[in-house]
């Protein structure tokens, strides 16, 4: 018995400029990609990497951080 398996997968491609891009457009852009899920896992650990890892995973702290004096120097990089 021959069986067709398909997967159906949801790609997120996130492009940042660099030179263009600040440092607070690039953790935004990595903050939408390593977002929780339901259940608190990362779905861009999960999407890019098949890893699991809970969420705020390193990406997410990373751009959490990096966020942080930008948002008080008011959304300047």
């Known amino acids: ?3 067709e398996v398909t997967h159906e997968r949801q790609i997120m491609l996130v ?3 660099k030179p263009k891009a600040g ?3 690039e953790a935004q852009a990595i903050l939408t990609a390593h977002a929780p899920n339901a259940g608190g896992l990362c ?3 999960y999407e890019f990497a ?5 969420f705020p995973c390193s990406q ?6 990096a966020a ?3 948002a008080a120097e008011g959304g300047r990089s």
């Open 23 to 25: 440092l607070a457009q």
């Open 15 to 17: 492009a940042v400029d």
């Open 50 to 54: 098949c890893m699991i890892a809970t």
């Open 43 to 45: 779905v861009g650990c």
């Open 1 to 3: 018995m021959d069986r």
């Open 60 to 65: 997410a702290r990373w751009a959490l951080k």
């Open 68 to 70: 942080a004096p930008c």
